[in-house]
């Protein structure tokens, strides 16, 4: 599966910004897609995903609310709206999915235990 994210970029505090990432080359489509980010220094962190079949989204605590997942299954193509940005958003987000689900760790979101993923898309949050 090959991913491809864009839309980063550099937003103020409060200010909002739309992640966009499209996905091809599967020959069994992946059970869930979504987005995790990594700040400098820090560990991975699952932000959140949708089921690719009945279309559930997760989201970590920490973006519920400001963030919003969804899903173009016609045009393969998953989006993360992210309003409110804050400082603490800031890193590089990376589109994934998962194929061969695993038990997730604590840092990953909800059942997505992402085991592909693509070339990130940095955000920074400043004023």
């Known amino acids: 599966v090959q991913l491809q994210a864009s839309g980063g970029g550099l937003v103020q505090p409060g200010g909002s910004l739309r992640l966009s990432c499209a996905a091809s080359g599967f020959t069994l489509h992946p059970l869930y897609i979504g987005w995790f980010r990594q700040a400098p220094g820090k560990e991975r962190e699952g932000v959140s995903c949708i089921n690719a079949y009945n279309s559930s989204t997760y989201y970590a605590s920490s973006v519920k609310g400001r963030?919003?997942?969804?899903?173009?299954?016609?045009?393969?193509?998953?989006?993360?709206?992210?309003?409110?940005?804050?400082?603490?958003?800031?890193?590089?987000?990376?589109?994934?999915?998962?194929?061969?689900?695993?038990?997730?760790?604590?840092?990953?979101?909800?059942?997505c235990s992402f085991d592909n993923w693509g070339q990130g898309t940095l955000v920074t949050v400043s004023s």
């Not at 987000?93 to 997730?104: E, G, H, K, L, Q």
């Open 67 to 111: 963030f919003a997942i969804s899903r173009d299954s016609g045009k393969n193509m998953v989006s993360l709206q992210m309003n409110n940005l804050k400082p603490e958003d800031t890193a590089v987000y990376y589109c994934a999915t998962v194929s061969d689900p695993r038990p997730p760790t604590p840092h990953e979101v909800g059942p």
